[in-house]
């Protein structure tokens, strides 16, 4: 399998530190403030990130090298684009990061202004696109005048800017998940048959080793009126070329409507087991992963999905992902420790990252950033996922698959996560 050229690029160690300047005295503005200062992190063609940027108080400090505020993931036609002449006001790409006190809010219907300190600017080069690791800048930097207590010396901002190459696996789903479609790798206009994916809703068979992960599923029933109360007994088995199950995904809590409303709620979420074969003893499985999948009401309808690796430390679960997506246009659900850990930290609650080959069940040991994504469509669309992952990953095509099964039943999920009084599209009976 050859994979598709990415970079990374990473934003950390970013610190902020005003010379001379008193800390300490209510004069500056500073004092007392719990996180006063963020940062706008802008890449043209990208969505802006913001961040926040910790207050540096002594001179001797040095912000955390490892800790990454935000990455950019580029291939190769986006580093084409911000490489390429733009406008005549603005004929070069930059990545820029602006730093502002206060935050944009709102008392009593009267908005609160934020002033920018100070920016950041760096021109996208062409060694950008080289391929190699690259340190683009590391240290201290002015972004600015100091206006309190008519001091001269202005702000200076510490930052890590860093490229890494990051290549990737592509994957796509010819067809329909539950049509049992192929899993081909996409290499530029070249398709190539991986997996083969074989979707059913029938009655598990006694002699199924998976059969012995269910719960009471013995008397499943896939008739349409038990599956208008509820949607249970789905499998998905992903095959290699040579027809051998290498991973599966199967539904172990039934999807199921809520007391009182037509559809799955947060409180009795449905639930995915994601396995791999125990190549200790043959025809056996290990569970690897679980998702859960519900669907919260509004505006706009979405469906959440949860995936908690299970690490070989029995009882032990790392949430690695929760994403929502879109219920009628689809969306993304990805793996990326990077953005996990930079969300669940300013939620208050940390989110443990794997450390050992183990705990994700043969893959390499695992790093922080991208592991994965999955593009899926809406509900009652033809969705044909496309998922990528990051090489790093994957040591055999066995270590892809499990990967596949996830895919698929987030694909599924969004299905399961239908309404239960709503009428099918037409074409689409086949589902349920």
């Excluded at 950041?120 to 062409?126: A, E, L």
């Excluded at 896939?222 to 290498?246: F, Q």
Aim: proline fraction near 6%.
């Amino acid at each position: 399998m050859d994979p598709k050229a990415f970079i990374r690029l990473s934003i950390g160690s970013l610190g902020l530190r005003f010379p001379g300047l008193r800390l300490n005295t209510e004069k500056s503005g500073i004092h007392g403030l719990s996180s006063p200062f963020i940062c706008e992190i802008r890449l043209r063609g990208f969505p802006v990130q913001t961040t926040s940027v910790p207050l540096i108080s002594s001179a001797e400090v040095i912000p955390d090298a490892q800790n990454i505020a935000s990455s950019f993931y580029l291939e190769e036609s986006d580093l084409k684009a911000l490489l390429a002449p733009g406008c005549f006001y603005n004929p070069h790409a930059y990545l820029e990061i602006a730093v502002f006190t206060g935050r944009k809010a709102s008392n009593c219907g009267v908005g609160l202004k934020r002033q920018q300190i100070g920016i950041f600017k760096m021109q996208v080069g062409p060694e950008w696109g080289e391929g190699r690791p690259l340190i683009l800048f590391n240290g201290w930097i002015g972004i600015g005048r100091n206006k309190h207590e008519n001091r001269t010396e202005g702000p200076e901002l510490h930052l890590r800017v860093k490229l890494d190459p990051d290549p990737r696996y592509v994957f796509q789903f010819e067809d329909v998940t539950m049509l049992s479609p192929q899993i081909v790798q996409l290499q530029g206009s070249i398709k190539q048959p991986i997996f083969s994916c074989k979707f059913s809703k029938d009655r598990v068979s006694q002699i199924d080793p998976l059969s012995t992960f269910r719960s009471g599923s013995a008397g499943c029933s896939s008739d349409l009126e038990t599956e208008r109360r509820e949607r249970k007994g789905w499998k998905v088995k992903i095959h290699d070329l040579s027809g051998s199950a290498v991973a599966a995904a199967f539904i172990t809590t039934p999807f199921v409507p809520s007391s009182g409303c037509d559809w799955v709620a947060r409180s009795n979420p449905g639930a995915w087991l994601i396995v791999r074969p125990d190549h200790c003893r043959p025809d056996s499985w290990l569970p690897w992963g679980k998702l859960e999948a519900w669907r919260e009401r509004g505006l706009r309808d979405f469906v959440y999905c949860r995936f908690r690796l299970l690490s070989e430390a029995q009882g032990n679960e790392l949430l690695m992902s929760e994403i929502h997506m879109n219920a009628e246009k689809g969306g993304e659900f990805f793996i990326d420790t990077d953005k996990q850990m930079r969300t669940a930290t300013a939620a208050g609650s940390p989110i443990p990252s794997p450390q050992s080959s183990g705990d994700f069940g043969g893959l390499s040991p695992v790093s922080a950033g991208f592991v994965m994504s999955c593009r899926v469509q809406g509900e009652g669309r033809h969705s044909k996922p496309l998922v990528q992952l990051a090489m790093r990953h994957v040591t055999c095509v066995e270590d892809a698959a499990i990967f596949m099964a996830l895919a698929a039943a987030v694909d599924l999920s969004i299905e399961a996560c239908r309404p239960f009084r709503r009428r099918l599209r037409r074409g689409f009976r086949h589902s349920f």
